[in-house]
């Protein structure tokens, strides 16, 4: 069983700046692509960056990109999200995913793509 952990939410004044973790066990993570989504309440499930099985295609959703970057550390079974320049519109719920296969059959954006979801957690922005 793929099992996805999180961590590095918390509160942030806007323009600041958090890393989220997310570790994987359960299975060969380096074989896999890996994906960061977010949820706002009463919103649709939104993809911020996506990363294929050894970080050589990366993409990202133009809300966060040059803001945003996701990385992965296969030695360390790990997938980060680096966040800077957050805004009060950045505030969600963000997921780890991790994919079906090494890349992606339809596009990194889907949310068909991800068999594995981590638990969320909550990045806040104040203004």
């Known amino acids: 069983q793929v099992q996805l952990v999180e961590s590095g939410g918390g509160l942030v004044q806007a323009g600041g700046s958090l890393r989220l973790s997310c570790a994987a066990s359960?299975?060969?993570?380096?074989?896999?692509?890996m994906g960061w989504f977010r949820q706002a309440p009463g919103k649709e499930r939104e993809f911020l960056a996506a990363?294929?099985?050894?970080?050589?295609?990366?993409y990202y959703a133009d809300s966060v990109k040059g803001r945003f970057t996701i990385s992965r550390d296969n030695a360390k079974n790990t997938l980060s999200l680096q966040m800077n320049s957050l805004k009060p519109e950045d505030t969600a719920v963000y997921y780890c995913?991790?994919?079906?296969?090494?890349?992606?059959?339809?596009?990194?954006?889907?949310?068909?793509?991800?068999?594995?979801w981590g638990q969320g957690t909550q990045v806040t922005v104040s203004s």
């Open positions: 359960g299975r060969t993570f380096s074989n896999y692509a």
């Open positions: 990363i294929n099985w050894n970080g050589g295609i990366i």
């Open positions: 995913a991790g994919g079906k296969g090494a890349g992606w059959y339809y596009g990194p954006a889907k949310l068909s793509e991800y068999g594995y």
